[in-house]
T-cell receptor, first 112, second 115 residues
Framework: QKEVEQNSGPLSVPEGAIASLNCTYS??????FFWYRQYSGKSPELIMS????GDKEDGRFTAQLNKASQYVSLLIRDSQPSDSATYLC????????????FGRGTSLIVHP | GAGVSQSPSNKVTEKGKDVELRCDPI?????LYWYRQSLGQGLEFLIY????????KSGLPSDRFSAERTGGSVSTLTIQRTQQEDSAVYLC?????????????FGPGTRLTVT
């Protein structure tokens, strides 16, 4: 059973701080990793993808991947109240039909 | 460009009725996925299509659920003899192909309520 684990939270951070969201996965051969943001009552929205070890930056967002530790994280710099949402980690497996496995998500609250 | 669209956005139906949910993927995307999300729960994979074929139907909860895709584009998810436990948001996603690195883009979802 391929699993993706996330702390459900909520993670509460003050406005302007760095929010750090973490995800671990069980399939060691996984190649593709995705972060989605889901506002309450809305569908998931792709934030970014990462495929190689290291950091990938896109605006205020940085994804970090460590395949040896089977760990992927998302950092949100200068957090804003509008960043308050649930963040889903998704991992495409190494073989088979490549159906992504989604974590249950971490709820982030950014308070003014 | 246009994203993934789904219709209807909301559907209320009586227990025992059949419902059809529609998904129109991003133009040119060959892979299409159906998920459902119950209140406060994670995403549950139902079925995916590559073109018009459904290589993986492993997530369909029962034989009351079926799906088809025609012309490599629009897909319909049909739930027969709906039950209250079918109440959920049904999400459709598409990706350029079903390859390992392809990004999925979600539609707005259909909220199904079975009374």
């Amino acid at each position: 059973q391929k699993e993706v684990e996330q702390n459900s939270g909520p993670l509460s951070v003050p406005e302007g701080a760095i929010a750090s969201l973490n995800c671990t996965y069980s399939d060691r051969g996984s190649q593709s990793f995705f972060w989605y943001r889901q506002y309450s009552g809305k569908s998931p929205e792709l934030i970014m993808s990462i495929y190689s070890n290291g950091d990938k930056e896109d605006g205020r967002f940085t994804a970090q991947l460590n395949k040896a530790s089977q760990y992927v994280s998302l950092l949100i710099r200068d957090s804003q109240p509008s960043d308050s949402a649930t963040y889903l980690c998704a991992v495409r497996p190494s073989g088979g039909s490549y159906i992504p496995t989604f974590g249950r998500g971490t709820s982030l609250i950014v308070h003014p | 460009g246009a994203g993934v669209s789904q219709s209807p956005s909301n559907k209320v139906t009586e227990k025992g009725k059949d419902v059809e949910l529609r998904c129109d993927p991003i133009s040119g995307h060959t892979a299409l996925y159906w998920y459902r999300q119950s209140l406060g729960q994670g995403l549950e994979f139902l079925i995916y299509f590559q073109g018009n074929s459904a290589p993986d139907k492993s997530g369909l909860p029962s034989d009351r659920f079926s799906a088809e895709r025609t012309g490599g584009s629009v897909s319909t998810l049909t739930i027969q003899r709906t039950q209250q436990e079918d109440s959920a948001v049904y999400l459709c996603a598409s990706s350029l192909t079903s390859g390992a690195s392809d990004e999925q883009y979600f539609g707005p979802g259909t909220r199904l309520t079975v009374t």
